[in-house]
Nanobody, 124 residues
Framework: QVHLVESGGGLVQAGGSLRLSCASS????????MGWFRQAPGKEREFVAA????????NYADSVKGRFTISRDNAKNTMYLQMNSLKPEDTAVYYC?????????????????WGQGTQVTVSS
């Protein structure tokens, strides 16, 4: 069975930085794209960023473009999200996800494997 495990969340002041990690373990699985989503209380889960596993093509939500950077380490089977210039509106539970689909889905329906989430809280 394949597992995705997020880490790196926490409490940070506005303007600060955090780096999230998503480690995948278990049997090898077909993974074309991995992504980050977030869900704030009372809101729907929203796309943050995604990266194609083999080539490293990236895609970002407009709300995080220029502040967040997604990357991956193929050898470590780990994906990262570097978050800089954090704002209170970035507060949410952040989830990593993987899909065998070709392309870069920007909706949660496009992903078939999810982590358990990690809380990010940005204080003003």
């Amino acid at each position: 069975q394949v597992h995705l495990v997020e880490s790196g969340g926490g409490l940070v002041q506005a303007g600060g930085s955090l780096r999230l990690s998503c480690a995948s373990s278990g049997r090898t699985f077909s993974r074309n794209t991995m992504g980050w989503f977030r869900q704030a209380p009372g809101k729907e889960r929203e796309f943050v960023a995604a990266i194609t596993w083999s080539v490293g093509i990236t895609n970002y939500a407009d709300s995080v473009k220029g502040r967040f950077t997604i990357s991956r380490d193929n050898a470590k089977n780990t994906m990262y999200l570097q978050m800089n210039s954090l704002k209170p509106e970035d507060t949410a539970v952040y989830y990593c996800a993987a899909t065998s689909w070709v392309g870069i889905p920007r909706t949660s329906a496009g992903y078939n494997l999810w982590g358990q989430g990690t809380q990010v809280t940005v204080s003003s």
